[in-house]
């Protein structure tokens, strides 16, 4: 339907590869209307994947620990695990 519709009344993008390119390359408001294309998916799957849940019967959990201490300065990393020692081989020992 936006295809039918919006496309040849405005030449609407419905593809945001194509979006992208002719925004990088277009000179004007095209670029600077390009956080739309980010922000919106991004909110349009949280809602999906709340509502699934929500269809579902689960828990209603959205997970952002990444924004945590966002703004706050470089992240700071959990301490790497170390992996367990191996044993060495014993030696053999020939007998002459």
Do not use: C, M, Y
């Not at 739309?36 to 959990?61: H, M, R, T, Y």
Request: no cysteine; aromatic share 10%.
């Amino acid at each position: 339907l936006v295809h039918l519709i919006s496309i040849p009344i405005d030449n609407t993008s419905v593809n945001p590869a194509r979006s992208f390119a002719t925004a990088i390359f277009a000179k004007g408001f095209a670029f600077e209307q390009l956080w739309v294309f980010i922000v919106f998916p991004a909110i349009g799957g949280l809602i999906g994947a709340l509502g699934w849940q929500v269809l579902n019967g689960d828990k209603v959990s959205i997970p952002l620990g990444w924004l945590k201490g966002f703004g706050s300065g470089p992240a700071k990393r959990p301490a790497a695990k170390k992996a367990p020692a191996r044993k060495a081989p014993a030696k053999k020992t020939r007998k002459r």
